[in-house]
């Protein structure tokens, strides 16, 4: 009976094949799990970037506007009227959406704005250039993935509703971020 509690010398210590393969099964799945969370963090970071550039875009869309209509107030002979008629001189007003063309110059509808046409035009995709956005149409820049659509709707002829709409691309689809106002003809 001694001997069945007897040890043998000769056995060695360590991990059995199965022992290992659970260690490394384990081990496997939380650095699978890790990388699954930081490559979502990642893209969530850049969707983030995305929106608030979108959302910056955006903004300057009905600020340019504002700022146009400001001009043709202050500065126009018939002010607000010319500032409508500038509009639908450029096909802006109940159409699918214009852009514009920011010169650094006093504003003028005549030059600085353009029919972007239909949602699927390419007219109103923005390039970034020396990281500033502008249009394509204006210089051939690389494509940013943003385009920027700014529509107007007017029923009374002292109210022009604007809305700038930028849009872009991203794994999961199309994403866009819209401001609206209501310009008024001030007097």
Same mark, same amino acid.
């Given at each position: 009976?001694?001997?069945?509690?007897?040890?043998?010398?000769?056995?060695?210590? !360590?991990?059995?094949?199965?022992?290992?393969?659970?260690?490394?099964?384990?081990?496997? /799945?939380?650095?699978?799990?890790?990388?699954?969370?930081?490559?979502?963090?990642?893209?969530?970071?850049?969707?983030?970037?995305?929106?608030?550039?979108? /959302?910056?875009?955006?903004?300057?869309?009905?600020?340019?506007?504002?700022?146009?209509?400001?001009?043709?107030?202050?500065?126009?002979?018939?002010?607000?009227?010319?500032?409508?008629?500038?509009?639908?001189?450029?096909?802006?007003?109940?159409?699918?959406?214009? !852009?514009?063309?920011?010169?650094?110059?006093?504003?003028?509808?005549? /030059?600085?704005?353009?029919?972007?046409?239909?949602?699927?035009?390419?007219?109103?995709?923005?390039?970034?250039?020396?990281?500033?956005?502008?249009?394509?149409?204006?210089?051939?820049?690389?494509? %940013? !993935?943003?385009?920027?659509?700014?529509?107007?709707?007017?029923?009374?002829?002292?109210? &022009? =509703? &604007?809305?700038? /709409?930028?849009?872009?691309?991203?794994?999961?689809?199309? =994403?866009?971020?819209?401001? %609206?106002?209501?310009?008024? !003809?001030?007097?």
């Amino acid at each position: 009976m001694k001997n069945f509690f007897i040890k043998n010398k000769n056995s060695k210590k !360590g991990f059995t094949l199965v022992e290992t393969l659970v260690a490394l099964s384990i081990f496997t /799945t939380a650095v699978l799990a890790m990388l699954i969370i930081l490559s979502q963090g990642i893209s969530q970071t850049s969707y983030a970037k995305n929106k608030l550039v979108a /959302t910056y875009l955006a903004q300057e869309g009905v600020e340019y506007f504002r700022n146009m209509r400001d001009n043709y107030m202050l500065y126009g002979t018939n002010g607000f009227i010319d500032f409508n008629k500038a509009l639908n001189n450029k096909k802006c007003l109940n159409t699918e959406g214009c !852009g514009f063309i920011d010169l650094s110059t006093p504003f003028q509808l005549d /030059t600085d704005v353009y029919y972007c046409g239909d949602s699927k035009s390419t007219d109103c995709e923005l390039g970034l250039y020396e990281g500033k956005y502008s249009p394509i149409i204006l210089n051939p820049n690389p494509d %940013s !993935g943003f385009k920027r659509v700014v529509t107007f709707t007017s029923d009374d002829p002292n109210i &022009i =509703h &604007i809305t700038s /709409t930028v849009s872009w691309m991203q794994n999961s689809g199309e =994403h866009s971020v819209s401001f %609206s106002e209501d310009l008024l !003809g001030w007097y």
